[in-house]
């Protein structure tokens, strides 16, 4: 198993072990295999057709050792053995971490998740096992992830919430998956519109004491610690509505004596 399907490195232990004779066995000859490096011996001669070997019953591996091959006559004399080191690894790689590298998180947030503008950075895992390798996905936030392949360089993504894991497959086919990490992605640009002014009375002037109600429209929500800033003074905008993507705030303004005029 693994990257390799020629290194004998694998992940499983119940074997069917192929081999060649040079010849085929004859007067009575018997062939013996071992998985152990020679400390066990396990007649297979039922396991070959002509020079063909294909030994399954009794071949388990365990740890590191040898496959070997002897052929033993009706006299007991044995002939030169035939081996090949193998690895069986049964152990997935540690957990390792993925992290941004070649990013800015450019934003705010009280979630805790990364949101930035910054569309191009680099996925990595620092500490990944020696000789694994790593390959990324990525997948929009949702109930359910959908994981899609994606490369180690990130660009070109549209807006969104992205979590983003690694996948770190060892030699012999073993793997393990990275916690996933999140980033909102938000190129778009905050769009004001529709800003209305209107003071407490009825004439178009606002006196010491009058309330002065500011209504605009915003194309992406604030967050909940969002503040407008009036006359030098940061007020809370109070969401009035949500319709189509828009969203409707109103900042409510007391004018004081040391409000400035204009």
């Known amino acids: 198993?693994?990257?390799?399907?020629?290194?004998?490195?694998?992940?499983?232990?119940?074997?069917?072990i192929t081999a060649t004779l040079s010849a085929e066995l004859?007067?009575?000859?018997?062939?013996?295999?071992?998985?152990?490096?020679g400390t066990?011996?396990?007649?297979?001669?039922?396991a070959v057709d002509g020079t063909a070997i294909s030994w399954s019953h009794g071949a388990i591996l365990a740890n590191t050792?040898?496959?070997?091959?002897?052929?033993?006559?009706?006299?007991?004399?044995?002939?030169?053995?035939?081996?090949?080191?193998?690895?069986?690894?049964?152990?997935?790689?540690a957990v390792a971490t993925t992290v941004f590298a070649d990013f800015e998180d450019t934003g705010s947030t009280e979630s805790g998740t990364s949101i930035t503008n910054d569309t191009n950075?680099?996925?990595t895992a620092p500490d990944a096992e020696a000789g694994s390798v790593v390959t990324y996905q990525r997948a929009l936030?949702?109930?359910?992830?959908?994981?899609?392949?994606?490369?180690?360089?990130?660009?070109?993504?549209?807006?969104?919430?992205?979590?983003?894991?690694?996948?770190?497959?060892?030699?012999?086919?073993?793997?393990?998956?990275?916690?996933a990490i999140e980033v909102v992605l938000d190129t778009q640009v905050p769009l004001v519109s529709d800003i209305?002014?209107?003071?407490?009375?009825?004439?178009?002037?606002?006196?010491?004491?009058?309330?002065v109600e500011l209504l605009f429209s915003l194309n992406e929500p604030l967050p909940t610690n969002a503040v407008v800033?009036?006359?030098?003074?940061?007020?809370?905008?109070?969401?009035?509505?949500?319709?189509?993507?828009?969203d409707r705030y109103r900042v409510s303004y007391t004018v004081t004596a040391e409000s400035p005029e204009g």
């Open 1 to 16: 198993t693994g990257r390799s399907d020629s290194d004998l490195i694998t992940s499983v232990a119940a074997q069917t």
């Open 26 to 37: 004859s007067g009575g000859e018997m062939l013996y295999g071992s998985v152990d490096g």
């Open 40 to 46: 066990t011996w396990r007649l297979i001669t039922d």
């Open 65 to 93: 050792s040898n496959i070997q091959f002897k052929i033993v006559d009706l006299a007991g004399n044995e002939g030169l053995v035939a081996s090949a080191a193998y690895q069986l690894d049964q152990t997935a790689p």
């Open 121 to 123: 950075f680099t996925l």
């Open 141 to 179: 936030d949702a109930e359910t992830l959908d994981w899609q392949e994606q490369g180690a360089a990130v660009s070109g993504l549209a807006d969104g919430h992205y979590h983003f894991r690694a996948t770190v497959t060892d030699t012999a086919g073993n793997y393990s998956i990275t916690e």
């Open 196 to 211: 209305t002014i209107a003071s407490g009375d009825a004439d178009s002037s606002a006196k010491v004491g009058d309330t």
């Open 229 to 246: 800033v009036v006359a030098g003074s940061s007020l809370t905008p109070v969401l009035e509505s949500s319709d189509s993507g828009i």
